[in-house]
């Protein structure tokens, strides 16, 4: 019956006759919508024909939308030697790893938290809260990593850290305010346990948050370098963000190198290396996003309205 009045409330809204000043506002705001997307595709178009763009014609005539002379020497530059696939693999096991525990962690801290039932709920999200606002900087932060933990040349010290916050935890624990305190009222009458309750009750319900937090965890550790250049120092396989790095730093000192010995080395493509790593690191990250834009975009308005 529902899905029957739902039909024929489309069928009516369908049916209402538009005025000219309708198509009017509709037309000026397609005609906004267009110009917004692609001022926000045109720099990414840049960024790729740039590219493929010899290091003479960019400093020449700077960055073009399509290349004057088409060359992929910044991309054979980048995969010389083959590192860079292990780079990329890397990149995605700590990615899918971190993403998946960080994931639930946040989950079920951000439901405890919101949990009427949960005595300390309040004192633990204070603090919670609190360690966002201070940081005690870079030198206690290494020592406690490496003298403490012993994270030093680790996977585990880029892995750990980015694979919970508090902010995560608070935009969770928003998430998880819009579960009905019935349902897992209901799970308990039924004999259930805490834990059963929350993987089969909670968690499905919990899917626009899932999918904003894990997107947020996702481009953290696509994203993540620094970490990296703290840490691992002395390993075979780095991750892709910093590989890169290393890559675009390596080849400026290079060409810098050489023009202090009065050499041309003009086409060494420094310049459009760059835009090659970027369009190596942003390109898969892009295609990730359409299949949990449905849920993002739902989730943040969730977690915004949700005090």
Not at 89 to 101: A, N, R, S, V
Request: glycine content about 8%; some cysteine.
């Amino acid at each position: 019956m529902a899905k029957h009045r739902d039909d024929d409330m489309l069928d009516s809204v369908s049916k209402v006759k538009l005025t000219a000043s309708d198509y009017v506002i509709r037309g000026i705001g397609y005609v906004f919508i267009s110009l917004f997307a692609i001022a926000c595709i045109l720099p990414f178009l840049i960024i790729l024909g740039t590219s493929f763009e010899t290091e003479d014609n960019i400093i020449t005539y700077g960055v073009t939308l399509l290349p004057r002379s088409f060359t992929t020497a910044a991309y054979e530059l980048v995969i010389k030697g083959g590192t860079i696939w292990s780079s990329y693999l890397l990149t995605i096991i700590l990615t899918l790893i971190g993403t998946g525990i960080g994931l639930f962690i946040c989950a079920m801290t951000g439901y405890a938290l919101q949990r009427r039932d949960f005595p300390f709920r309040n004192a633990i999200s204070f603090f919670i809260y609190f360690t966002s606002l201070f940081q005690a900087g870079l030198a206690p932060y290494y020592l406690l990593m490496t003298q403490t933990y012993h994270l030093n040349n680790s996977y585990l010290a880029v892995l750990l850290p980015l694979m919970i916050s508090s902010w995560l935890i608070i935009l969770m624990k928003n998430f998880a305010k819009s579960v009905p305190h019935e349902l897992t009222e209901s799970g308990k009458i039924d004999g259930a346990g805490d834990f059963k309750i929350f993987m089969s009750i909670v968690l499905p319900m919990l899917k626009p948050g899932l999918a904003t937090v894990g997107l947020f965890l996702a481009l953290g550790y696509w994203n993540e370098w620094y970490q990296s250049s703290l840490f691992l120092q002395n390993m075979d396989v780095l991750p892709l963000q910093y590989r890169l790095y290393k890559i675009v730093n390596e080849a400026q000192s290079l060409k810098n190198s050489v023009a202090a010995q009065y050499v041309t080395v003009s086409n060494l493509p420094t310049e459009s290396l760059k835009m090659a790593t970027a369009m190596m690191t942003t390109g898969p990250i892009i295609f990730l996003y359409p299949f949990v834009q449905r849920y993002f975009i739902g989730g943040i308005t969730v977690g915004a309205v949700k005090g």
